[in-house]
């Protein structure tokens, strides 16, 4: 790829930044998007009628003083607005914004020069910037057993020691902040309660009593009470009621709110009779009936044959929850298995697993199925690279020659198709991922997002980059990667080769992604979709941070800037656009759109640090494998020792770290308890604990208790 087909790529994803940003700088303003792009701010304001007004020829004028705001938000205002996962995702960035920050002083100045002036494909031509080949600014324009390789050796030396102290600075300053977190945090109900399955029943015993039992024979000093889980085969028809309650409720709401319909005459003859009152007491009689419904499910769902051999238990201490989860409670370590229990609004319901064996089943199925998709998703990376390669694409479609040698087509469809299709197809991994992740079996939503948060990052992995930079057949993908001897020489070959597709990718996909979550093109369309069918009062749920969308995409932009840095420093600038864009669209996403679902206390970040942490061997791998190629043995000798040195530091970080992010300690635990002790609202805390972890489909109806209001005039 030649410097033109680059700047193609450049000039028509900048076009797109700019539209994305002059769109959503006068979208924001207008009253009819306010749910798309502010729905957190109308949240919080308990309504939408702030937000309404007169029309204004400022609301059409773009202006960004968003970004301002965005800007001046402090670290304590991002932690209340969304938790420390939120603080835990943003430092995530400002971390890589740091290591391309100081990579790119080392990159561009020193490395880019040294790859320029060197001889070894082509020269470097000034006159004609656009004309020169992109391999040019790359390591594979150094001549074999060149001098100048040092540089390129001294530098991952220096950018390695750099993002290790860097990853122990984040590290433990990020395992300080949980630790403050839950000594700041009032009592929580999940820090006294663990989850049991696979509970063993005797013929005349229910689960309850088996529970009751077991816990006041083992545990009778710190054990409370407990609640079973009711099988979810009956609750996913209530929930279905649930919800048409609630639309039926919504309309005859609006119904007698609205003036224009309350007031318009409509459905008998020559208009003389009104049929809105009628309409509004049709609506009522259905919500009745759907009400009594609900009941009787609810009622046969209660039922002592209904309960799953599953518990929600409860303990007076943390201390005592923390025990019993740690210990094996049983001498078959299949039966009473014990884990932390979710946040309440954490837990998810759907897919309640009871027994152990089906629980393993699922997640054997999920791995299954994640290996195959993966494995399956090689093929539209073929796809791609067949645009990139031109004299493949014309050998496959020979009738396409003639378009082909027009320069401006040319240019397009090797600097900006490939990366853009891609980008279409990753568009699938994320809902794919997650759904795998949510019938392994997992209790919680934040366990799902974690789980699929990993399948996410190692697909795009596999796929955008090792498929990629071993680029033929699948076949010859598999062979290769495969062969463990053979890797640090064909990624010495082919990681470079690439360097020109990456370059592309991170403009198309990073670019563009990061603006498009800006502009949220797929629920403003789906607003406007159903504008008709629903009121400007109707009641809407605020959005959370996909994790185990955005998380991943981070993380890959920062393996290839990490990866390609001595390689290609070309691609840093890039990096840096693409991490300052999101620096500021994520700081306002968070202000306007996002609420937090649930809170891990910072449990996506040991998923940063082992990213990090591969980023780096996988660089050190490559630059061995280089310097072998490029017949400089003593430099690829001194490399050796660097993996060895990282791989000891993950180490010494997963001991010293890790445990405060997978439990806290005793100390913690135990002091938290005696703070609880002279708290006398504990009483209360403990009446509303047992029935904290009740499924919300097997809880009383709410509108039953407002069935007058919605007889009874809106203004007396």
């Not at 309850?208 to 996913?236: G, I, N, W």
């Not at 390669?389 to 020659?401: D, G, K, R, T, V």
């Not at 070959?493 to 360097?499: E, F, I, T």
């Not at 991943?552 to 920062?558: H, S």
Request: hydrophobic fraction near 45%.
């Amino acid at each position: 790829m030649i410097v033109s087909a680059l700047l193609t790529s450049v000039g028509i994803n900048t076009a797109l930044c700019v539209l994305f940003f002059t769109c959503y700088s006068i979208l924001r303003k207008q009253p009819t998007t306010y749910k798309v792009y502010i729905p957190r701010l109308l949240a919080e304001e308990q309504g939408n009628s702030k937000r309404r007004g007169r029309f204004n020829l400022q609301r059409l004028i773009p202006s960004p003083d968003w970004v301002a705001k965005a800007w001046n938000l402090s670290e304590e205002q991002l932690f209340s607005l969304s938790g420390l996962d939120g603080v835990v995702f943003m430092r995530t960035i400002t971390f890589c914004l740091k290591i391309f920050t100081f990579a790119g002083f080392i990159g561009i100045l020193v490395l880019l020069p040294v790859n320029c002036w060197a001889n070894h494909m082509e020269d470097f031509d000034v006159y004609d910037f656009a004309g020169n080949s992109l391999d040019v600014f790359t390591i594979s324009n150094i001549n074999s057993g060149s001098y100048w390789l040092w540089v390129h050796f001294l530098a991952v030396y220096i950018v390695t020691g750099f993002i290790c102290l860097l990853l122990h600075h984040e590290y433990k300053y990020i395992a300080s902040k949980r630790i403050s977190y839950f000594y700041s945090s009032k009592p929580q109900p999940h820090q006294f309660t663990i989850l049991v399955h696979s509970i063993p029943t005797s013929s005349g015993c229910s689960v309850s009593d088996s529970v009751e039992s077991f816990f006041k024979e083992f545990y009778p000093s710190t054990y409370l009470s407990h609640a079973v889980v009711r099988r979810t085969s009956r609750t996913s028809k209530i929930r279905s009621l649930l919800s048409e309650s609630k639309n039926l409720y919504q309309r005859i709401t609006q119904l007698r709110s609205d003036p224009s319909q309350q007031n318009h005459k409509r459905g008998s003859c020559f208009g003389l009779f009104g049929r809105n009152d009628n309409l509004i007491d049709h609506y009522r009689k259905q919500l009745e009936d759907i009400e009594e419904n609900v009941r009787l499910e609810q009622s046969e769902a209660s039922l002592p044959g209904k309960e799953t051999r599953a518990a929600f238990v409860f303990f007076k201490s943390r201390y005592g929850a923390a025990t019993a989860f740690h210990f094996q409670q049983s001498v078959n370590p299949t039966q009473w298995i014990a884990e932390p229990a979710p946040e309440p609004r954490d837990v998810y319901w759907p897919f309640f697993f009871e027994s152990f064996l089906r629980r393993w089943t699922s997640k054997l199925v999920a791995i299954v199925a994640t290996i195959l998709f993966t494995i399956s998703f090689l093929i539209p990376v073929v796809i791609v690279q067949g645009l990139v390669n031109l004299n493949q694409l014309e050998a496959l479609f020979p009738y396409l020659s003639g378009i082909l040698t027009i320069k401006f087509v040319t240019q397009v469809i090797t600097g900006y198709l490939p990366s853009l299709i891609l980008q279409l197809f990753l568009k699938v991994v994320p809902p794919v991922m997650g759904f795998l992740s949510s019938i392994q079996g997992y209790i919680s939503n934040s366990n799902i997002e974690i789980s699929a948060c990993n399948k996410v990052l190692w697909c795009t992995i596999w796929n955008v980059f090792l498929a990629t930079v071993f680029s033929g057949s699948v076949l010859n993908q598999l062979s290769d990667i495969l062969d463990l001897k053979n890797i640090p020489g064909k990624l010495a070959v082919s990681v470079p080769a690439q360097a020109s597709f990456f370059i592309t990718y991170v403009v198309t996909q990073g670019w563009t992604s990061v603006l498009s979550e800006l502009f949220r093109i797929v629920p403003l369309i789906f607003s406007w979709i159903s504008k008709p069918f629903k009121s400007p009062d109707d009641e809407f749920e605020v959005p959370s941070i996909p994790y185990h969308r955005d998380v991943p995409r981070v993380l890959f932009f920062g393996l290839l800037g990490i990866t390609y840095f001595f390689l290609a420093p070309l691609i840093i600038p890039f990096i840096m656009v693409y991490f300052c864009l999101a620096y500021i669209i994520y700081r306002n996403q968070f202000i306007n759109v996002y609420a937090p679902k649930y809170e891990t206390a910072g449990k996506f970040w040991p998923i940063v640090h082992n990213s990090m942490i591969f980023s780096l061997v996988l660089m050190q791998i490559i630059a061995g494998g280089i310097f072998a190629l490029k017949k400089l043995t003593p430099a690829s000798t001194w490399m050796l020792p660097l993996p060895v040195l990282t791989l000891l530091f993950n180490e010494y970080c997963r001991k010293r770290f890790l445990p405060i992010f997978i439990a806290y300690s005793a100390e913690s635990l135990i002091k938290k308890d005696r703070e609880d002790q002279k708290d006398t609202a504990m009483a209360e805390f403990y009446d509303k604990l047992v029935i904290a972890y009740k499924d919300p489909a097997l809880l009383p109806i709410q509108y039953s208790s407002n069935n007058d209001s919605l007889i009874s005039p809106l203004v007396s």
